[in-house]
């Protein structure tokens, strides 16, 4: 079947998004560590100049060839500078012409393929595939055991977008961009609004600003690299053999100085299930920007060696980039860091 040239134009940026990854390796990378694309990263190794500026009218912008540079505003959150990066660095890769970009990038679903201007059309498609191809989804969804009709409740599909540092909305997108789910599926989805989302995943606490999220951790996750806001609020919810004198350490997130709201172990009086483990969950608030590797374990106390369960998780909370080059390129050029 003959394509049309808008949907032709589409592919072509896809395509060029999925030469990227393959180019730097991105997929080995993602599986290893991140759990994400670092597209700050990408631009650099792929040589193009990147910088943050706290820019009041405009998303971001791009200089093309020859210069190859790259500009996104400071006065956003991480996952709208992410977004923007990646659009920009599109522009770049498709050799299209100067521009500006502005919240208009934001609001347009990058799989329908309208809009009247190609190039635009296909910065926004390049995004997509760029931050969150399709594997990326089936990445997350193995990991967390994660299938169709756990990704149908808005409260995963939030869990899944902050693993993939994306919007709530466009990982919606993706999920019917990429024949996950179905459109109405998705249509459905979208008509969640991320406040209340982030009230279903802790009720009884808020996180430290309006913009900042709620994350839920189980055991599943050990092994991720989270990168988050500093004022964001973490939950974890770990099965604990109590029965068999099992309890979760957790001395780690003291020693990192993390402020512990809640901790409270959940046991089933069902006399069916009498004997199960029992859910420990504990909510956190993190001390302040920053890194922390944490070791979580859970061990009988009496015996030092024993281990049962382990949530291994490097938490960096870090929040959006400021001004001037991003985090990761001071990082290289040995410039200290929290
Ligand atoms: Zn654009």
Known sequence: MARSPVEAAR???????????RALDIQQRVREADGQVDVFDAISELDIALVFKPLTSALGFCLPDPLRGIMVTTRRTLHIQRFTAAHELGHVILKHSPRIDTDTILARNPYSGGGTDIQEMQAEAFAAEFLLPRWLYIYHAAKQGWGSGHLRNPDVVYQLSLRMGASYKATCWGLSGHRILSQSEVNSLVKATVSKLKVAAEERFKPGHSHADVWKFTGRDTGARISGNPDDLLRFDLEEDSD???????????????????????????????????????????????????????????????????????????????????????????????
């Open 11 to 21: 592919l072509k940026a896809v395509a060029e998004a999925k030469k990227v990854h």
């Open 244 to 338: 068999a004198g099992y309890i979760w350490d957790l001395s780690d997130l003291d020693k990192a100085g993390y402020q512990i709201l809640s901790d409270e172990s959940e046991f089933s009086r069902d006399p069916l299930v009498y004997g199960e483990p029992s859910r420990r969950v504990v909510v956190a608030r993190p001390p302040r920007a920053g890194t922390t590797n944490l070791a979580l374990q859970e061990r009988r106390p009496w015996a030092p060696g024993s281990s049962s369960g382990t949530l291994n998780l490097r938490l960096r909370l870090e929040g959006k980039e400021e001004s001037g080059l991003s985090r990761g390129d001071l990082r290289r050029r040995g410039v200290p860091m929290q």
